[in-house]
């Protein structure tokens, strides 16, 4: 299985300010993903990333990829208050139906 | 959208006793589902894969006889944690993934947190 490695693991910044967090995974993939999760709760699916693909946006979102340094970044803009929770990358195995693992995380805290 | 639906979101029960946590996908027919741990302030751990009509995988360390799993029904997953110890306490999430949606990911249930007394 593999496994995406965020960074930072915890950040803070002001409403209004933009976000970002960053992935490393160590082998090759097909797509990534990226979760978020509130305390307690369970994850969310933000968006996910073909190989083939170099940056993809969603709402405030906006993700690139970097397959030959085998890495991602995951951009929140305009950061609220409720952006506040763990983001998670994830990048399945190729093919089929495979277990998805997960890094550690990053803790973002959108202070108002 | 797909859905998962997590049952209880919370349970608390005695050391020694057992409980049954539910995962059921909504609207769509899951072959395959997932099982997480997850403790305080870390990732989420793959437990075990459950497999429709056959044998759950477990991962490397995960006692079969203590975590429980049946996937009688393509839509229902269950995860039994057996004579439960403190140490059990932990929270529990499912995922299963749309068939034929490969453009998108998994689809979580809410979680289940148990504590042991």
């Known amino acids: 299985s593999q496994q995406g490695e965020e960074d930072p693991q915890a950040l803070s910044i002001q409403e209004g300010e933009n976000a970002t967090m960053n992935c490393s995974y160590k082998t090759s993939i097909n797509n990534l993903q990226w979760y978020r999760q509130n305390s307690g709760r369970g994850l969310v699916h933000l968006i996910l990333?073909?190989?083939?693909?170099r940056e993809k946006h969603s709402g405030r979102l906006r993700v690139t990829l970097d397959t030959s340094k085998k890495s991602s970044s995951l951009l929140i803009t305009a950061s609220r208050a409720a952006d506040t929770a763990s983001y998670f990358c994830?990048?399945?195995?190729?093919?089929?139906?495979?277990?998805?693992?997960f890094g550690i995380g990053t803790k973002l805290q959108v202070i108002p | 959208g797909a859905v998962v639906s997590q049952h209880p979101s919370r349970v608390i029960c005695k050391s020694g006793t057992s409980v049954k946590i539910e995962c059921r996908s909504l609207?769509?027919?899951?072959?395959?589902m997932f099982w997480y741990r997850q403790f305080p302030k870390q990732s989420l751990m793959l437990m075990a894969t459950?497999?429709?009509?056959?044998?759950?995988?477990?991962e490397q360390g995960v006692e079969k006889d203590k975590f429980l799993i049946n996937h009688a029904s393509l839509t229902l997953s269950t995860l039994t944690v057996t004579s439960a110890h403190p140490e059990d306490s932990s929270f529990y999430i499912c995922?299963?993934?749309?068939?034929?949606?490969?453009?998108?990911?998994?689809?979580f249930g809410s979680g289940t947190r148990l504590t042991v007394v």
């Open positions: 609207d769509f027919q899951a072959t395959t």
């Open positions: 995922s299963a993934r749309r068939p034929g949606h490969t453009s998108h990911g998994y689809t």
């Open positions: 990333i073909r190989s083939n693909e």
């Open positions: 994830a990048t399945p195995p190729s093919g089929g139906y495979q277990k998805v693992t």
């Open positions: 459950s497999n429709e009509g056959s044998k759950a995988t477990y």
